[in-house]
Nanobody, 126 residues
Framework: QVQLVESGGGLVQAGGSLRLSCAAS????????MAWFRQAPGKEREFVTG????????VYADSVKDRFTISRDNARLTVYLQMNALKPEDTAVYYC???????????????????WGQGTQVTVSS
């Protein structure tokens, strides 16, 4: 069982920045694809970005490309999401997700991820 704990959410004005962190309980984090999803009120949970085990391949949703940056530190069992130029439409609960061991590619479907954090609220005011 892998436990994921997100932190770093909060309230920020449009144009501002936030950095989210996702701390994992398991040393095998390096064997899993990691991703961030978000869910706004009344909407489906959507893919934001994902990173392969070594960090060699990163995928972004079009809506966050060039504004958000995902990174991982396998030694620290932590995944990060740097969010710049935030917009009100970025307001959502952000979730960290871990894929199954041994799967190498980033999937955009939430069904492909087996472990989830509890989420952290990001609110962007206009």
């Amino acid at each position: 069982q892998v436990q994921l704990v997100e932190s770093g959410g909060g309230l920020v004005q449009a144009g501002g920045s936030l950095r989210l962190s996702c701390a994992a309980s398991e040393g095998a984090l390096s064997s899993r694809v990691m991703a961030w999803f978000r869910q706004a009120p009344g909407k489906e949970r959507e893919f934001v970005t994902g990173i392969t085990r070594s960090g060699g391949t990163i995928v972004y949703a079009d809506s966050v490309k060039d504004r958000f940056t995902i990174s991982r530190d396998n030694a620290r069992l932590t995944v990060y999401l740097q969010m710049n130029a935030l917009k009100p439409e970025d307001t959502a609960v952000y979730y960290c997700a871990a894929g199954p061991q041994g799967i190498g590619s980033v999937a955009k479907s939430r069904l492909q991820y087996v472990y989830w954090g509890q989420g952290t609220q990001v609110t962007v005011s206009s």
